[in-house]
């Protein structure tokens, strides 16, 4: 009996020649935390080597990604004032829209992704709007996120990323901005968004912990694999440009299958607890921390991930110069 693969598994060269999947600094979009003040460069307890930056460290980074072959960010702005609409974020001179704007004008080549959302913006913590009853109001809610998106492409950004999952995002931002002249700005759409408990060291981050309740009323129940499909299936019928299935890691079978159901480039946001899962464990010597995380964005890629989101991406791209 023989295995037909052990010939090419021997000699590491040809192991390289066949392999299928691989992983480049250029697939990823790296997310960054922007607060106001200077000199501020605050790590998270729940996710080391991660931080909230105010402007000039955020400029200061991007020199930094730039060195390591990372020309892609994706920004959250957390707001020195929040209240029940999320007021800064539709403001020209909120945190985000400065942010946008100093980036753009330091570092013209690095693309700028915005992430579109109301939860760093209210009191409240949700990702929209609420109604007396404590529940979302949709369309309140997709009237200013138009007014948002607008604000994010006046302000230089190169794609937009809505984040809330609220019922037809896509095409309001879409009819908006195509409105406002914009139409060869690209939609990220978080397309399939799990409500999940792996967002729980983000919301610390971001200061964005919902007061009351919770989001399942406009993120999916994990257990949902038809409806997860069926999510992105609509963004891109709605004209999203990239969709997107977050978390990552528990939901790779769902990447895999929208990626077969559709024709559009997909992401996966890798989230903050798979982050901190594997560098606690890194951290404790647990783990061979490079060799797992460079398995993991293996696995994201050969689920079907064109663009990987990640707060590992400054390593991996160490990684790959061969640094570490
Ligand atoms: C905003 C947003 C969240 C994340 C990305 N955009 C938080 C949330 O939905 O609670 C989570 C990212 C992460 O956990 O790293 N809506
Ligand atoms: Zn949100």
Do not use: W
Not at 182 to 207: C, H, Q, W
Not at 243 to 255: G, Q
């Amino acid at each position: 009996m023989f295995d037909r693969f052990r010939r090419t598994r021997i000699n590491p060269t040809l192991r390289a020649l066949v392999r299928e999947t691989s992983v480049s600094a250029d697939d990823f979009i790296y997310p960054l935390f922007v607060r106001t003040g200077s000199g501020i460069k605050t790590e998270v307890d729940s996710m080391p080597g991660v931080y909230q930056m105010s402007l000039d460290e955020i400029l200061k980074e991007c020199a930094h990604l730039q060195t390591l072959g990372l020309n892609s960010i994706i920004l959250f702005g957390i707001p020195d004032v929040k209240d029940s609409i999320g007021s800064d974020s539709l403001c020209e001179h909120g945190i985000i829209a400065n942010a946008v704007r100093e980036v753009k004008k330091a570092y013209p080549d690095m693309f700028v992704v915005t992430d579109l959302c109301f939860c760093e913006y209210t009191d409240h913590g949700h990702c929209g709007i609420i109604d007396e009853k404590d529940t979302i109001n949709n369309d309140a809610t997709l009237e200013i996120s138009a007014q948002q998106a607008i604000i994010h492409a006046k302000a230089g950004a190169d794609m937009i990323a809505p984040s809330g999952m609220m019922d037809g995002i896509i095409q309001t931002l879409r009819e908006a901005l195509d409105g406002a002249g914009y139409e060869n700005l690209p939609i990220m759409s978080y397309s399939t968004k799990f409500a999940s408990g792996y967002y729980g060291p983000f919301r610390d981050v971001a200061e964005s912990t919902p007061s009351f309740g919770d989001r399942s009323s406009y993120q999916m129940d994990p257990a949902n694999r038809r409806e997860a499909i069926a999510e992105s299936v609509s963004d891109e019928l709605q004209g999203a440009d990239i969709l997107m299935v977050k978390p990552a890691l528990a939901y790779l079978d769902i990447v895999r299958e929208i990626k077969d159901a559709t024709s559009l480039p997909m992401a996966v946001y890798n989230v903050s607890g798979e982050y901190a899962m594997l560098k606690m464990a890194g951290m404790n010597d647990l783990i061979d921390y490079e060799r797992v995380v460079m398995e993991t964005m293996v696995a994201f890629k050969r689920a079907g991930a064109d663009i990987i989101i990640s707060y590992h991406a400054k390593e991996v791209a160490l990684m790959l110069q061969n640094k570490v």
